[in-house]
C-alpha cells in the first residue's frame, strides 16, 4: 500500500516474526454496528484467551470517532483509556454546549451557568460574575436565578445591559425548547451565540478538531432522538441530559493499567500493541474528502502514510473496519470504503463476509442506481420506509429524483431520493466523487444542471 506514495523512497521491509494471520476486514451496515462488533470481538478474546484489555488498541482518523467506542465501553463495563486526547465530554467545545442545554433546562447548575456566561465573549467580567454569586449566596438562590434580578445587584454597574442580554437569551432559548427537538434547539443555540462562528474565523488545526466534535455531539443527539421515536418514547431535553450524565462522568472512575487504549493515528507513532482494530476506513473520513478533493497530491500520500503507521501499530494481529453509512452533523451519510483498503492486496484480507473486487470498484451508474433502490426501500438510519413523491414545480426544491445536481463542495452527483423533513426537504444526493450524502435543501444549495 505504502509503495503508491510517489514521494517516497522504495525500502525494503521485513519482520522477524513467525507468518500470522491474515489481516480481518469487516464492513458494516453503520457505524453502531462497527463499534459493537469491536468491543464485543475485545471482550470475547479476553475472556477466552490469556490477554489482557491492555493488548487491545483502538485507531482512528479524528478525535470525534472516539465517542461511540467511549460510550459503549462504558457500557460494556470495560476500562479504557484514550491516548493524546481528552474523553470527549470533558473537551472543552463539549462541555460548553452541554452547559447550554443545562442552563435552558432548568439553570439550578450553577457551574454550567457560570460556565457560559461569558462563551463565547461577551464583555462580561470576573469582577461582575463574582458580584452575582456573592448576591446569590447572599439571598440563598441560585446564580442564574440572581442573574435573572441583576438590576438588585449593588454595584453591578455598565455590566447590568450585558447580564440583561444573556439572560433574555437563555429564556429566548427556555421558551423556544418547548416546541423543538433537541438537536434543533442546539442548532439554534449555536446560531444565536456564533460558538461554531467562532471556531471557523480562528481557521487552525485545533478549531477544525473541535468543530469535528460539534458534529459529533450532534450525531449523539439525533441518534438519541432516533432511540426515543423506535421506543416510543418523547425525546426530552432532561431525557437527553440525564442519558449524557451516566457517561459523561467516566473521569471519576479509578485509573487502572489494564484498560484498552483509544487513540487518533497521529498519537499512535511509535507505540505497537498486539491486537489493533483501525475503525472508519471509508472514502471521506479516511482519507478525508477535502484531502481527496485537495490539489496537490502530498496532501493524499500524507493520508495514505498515516495508514500505514496504523497497519503497522499491530503485533499481532489487525482489525480494518468501515461502514457503508455513518451520521455526520446529524445526517446520514453513505461512503465508499477507503481507497487505502484498495490498494492492499486481497489474498491477504480475511473476512467475514464475502468481498468481491468487482464490488470495491462499482461503475458509477450501478453505484447510482443501488443508493437509488436502498434509500427508496429503507433509509438509512430509520425504522421505516419515507415516502418517495415528484416534487411539484413551484413548491420543491427545484430539481427532482433523477435529476443532476451540483453542489459547491461535493461537486456534481445524482438526486436519488426527496422527502419532506418538518421545515424543509430531506434531499438524498449520489455525488461523483465524495460518495452518497443525505443534506437539508435549504443548507445545501443544489443546483440542476440542465443536461
Same mark, same amino acid.
Given at each position: ?18 507468518? &500470522? ?13 462497527? #463499534? ?9 478474546? +479476553? ?48 462541555? $460548553? ?9 432548568n439553570g439550578q447548575d450553577d @457551574? ?9 465573549? !461577551? ?5 461582575? #460574575? ?8 447572599? =439571598? ?7 442573574? @435573572?434580578g441583576a438590576d438588585l445587584i ?12 444573556? %439572560? /433574555? ?22 446560531? #444565536? ?9 480562528? $481557521? ?15 450525531? =449523539?443527539? +439525533? /441518534? ?5 421515536? $423506535? ?5 426530552? @431535553? ?17 485509573? $487502572? ?12 507513532? &511509535? ?19 477535502? %484531502? ?28 480494518l473496519t468501515c461502514a457503508k !453509512? ?44 443501488? *443508493? ?13 420506509? #419515507? ?42 444526493? /449520489? ?6 450524502? =443525505?443534506?437539508? *435543501? ?10
Amino acid at each position: 500500500m505504502i509503495a503508491n506514495n510517489q514521494g517516497r523512497k522504495e525500502k525494503r521491509l521485513w519482520t522477524e516474526n513467525a507468518q &500470522g494471520d491474515k489481516i480481518q476486514f469487516q464492513m458494516f451496515d453503520n457505524a453502531y454496528e462497527e #463499534v459493537e462488533y469491536i468491543v464485543d470481538d475485545i471482550r470475547k478474546h +479476553v475472556r477466552e484467551t490469556d490477554s489482557s484489555y491492555r493488548d487491545y488498541a483502538i485507531l482512528y482518523r479524528t478525535n470525534a470517532q472516539s465517542r461511540m467506542f467511549e460510550e459503549k465501553l462504558v457500557t460494556a463495563n470495560i476500562p479504557y483509556k484514550i491516548i493524546g486526547g481528552i474523553n470527549f465530554y470533558a473537551r472543552k467545545e463539549i462541555k $460548553d454546549l452541554l452547559s447550554y442545554l443545562k442552563t435552558v433546562d432548568n439553570g439550578q447548575d450553577d @457551574l454550567a451557568v457560570r460556565r457560559i456566561i461569558n462563551v463565547p465573549k !461577551r464583555g462580561i467580567g470576573l469582577t461582575s #460574575v463574582n458580584r452575582v454569586q456573592e448576591y446569590a449566596l447572599q =439571598k440563598e438562590i441560585s446564580f442564574y436565578e440572581a442573574l @435573572l434580578g441583576a438590576d438588585l445587584i449593588p454595584g453591578i454597574g455598565k455590566s447590568l445591559g450585558k447580564l440583561e442580554s444573556f %439572560t /433574555a437569551m437563555i429564556e429566548h432559548f427556555k421558551m423556544e425548547s418547548g416546541n423543538q427537538k433537541v438537536s434543533e434547539l442546539i442548532q439554534e443555540i449555536i446560531d #444565536v451565540t456564533g460558538y461554531v462562528e467562532e471556531l471557523q474565523a480562528e $481557521d487552525t488545526v485545533e478549531s477544525e478538531a473541535r468543530l469535528e466534535n460539534i458534529d459529533e455531539l450532534l450525531n =449523539k443527539i +439525533v /441518534a438519541y432522538e432516533e432511540d426515543c421515536e $423506535d421506543q416510543q418514547i418523547p425525546a426530552t @431535553l432532561s431525557g437527553f441530559l440525564e442519558e449524557v450524565a451516566l457517561v459523561a462522568d467516566i473521569d471519576s472512575l479509578e485509573e $487502572d493499567s489494564d484498560y484498552v487504549v483509544l487513540m487518533t493515528l497521529h498519537s499512535a507513532k &511509535g507505540l505497537e500493541f498486539p491486537n489493533v482494530y483501525l475503525a472508519g476506513m471509508e472514502d471521506g473520513l479516511f482519507p478525508s474528502y477535502m %484531502t481527496i478533493t485537495a490539489d496537490d497530491p502530498a496532501e493524499l500520500e500524507e493520508e495514505r502514510r498515516l495508514c500505514y503507521v496504523g497497519i503497522t501499530r499491530a503485533m499481532h494481529k489487525l482489525t480494518l473496519t468501515c461502514a457503508k !453509512r455513518r451520521m455526520i452533523r446529524g445526517e446520514t451519510q453513505y461512503n465508499k470504503m477507503s481507497r487505502f483498503l484498495k490498494e492492499i492486496p486481497m489474498t491477504l484480507l480475511s473476512s467475514g463476509m464475502p468481498v468481491e473486487k468487482e464490488a470495491m470498484e462499482l461503475p458509477k451508474q450501478i453505484a447510482y442506481a443501488q *443508493a437509488k433502490q436502498s434509500f427508496q426501500s429503507k433509509p438509512f438510519g430509520m425504522g421505516k420506509p #419515507v415516502q418517495q413523491f415528484a416534487v411539484k414545480n413551484g413548491n420543491g426544491p427545484g430539481y427532482d429524483v433523477g435529476d443532476r445536481v451540483r453542489h459547491v463542495k461535493f461537486g456534481e452527483g445524482l438526486v436519488t431520493g426527496i422527502t419532506e423533513g418538518g421545515r424543509d426537504y430531506e434531499v438524498t444526493v /449520489a455525488f461523483d466523487t465524495a460518495g452518497t450524502k =443525505k443534506m437539508f *435543501a435549504a443548507f445545501a444549495k443544489l443546483q440542476k444542471i440542465d443536461e
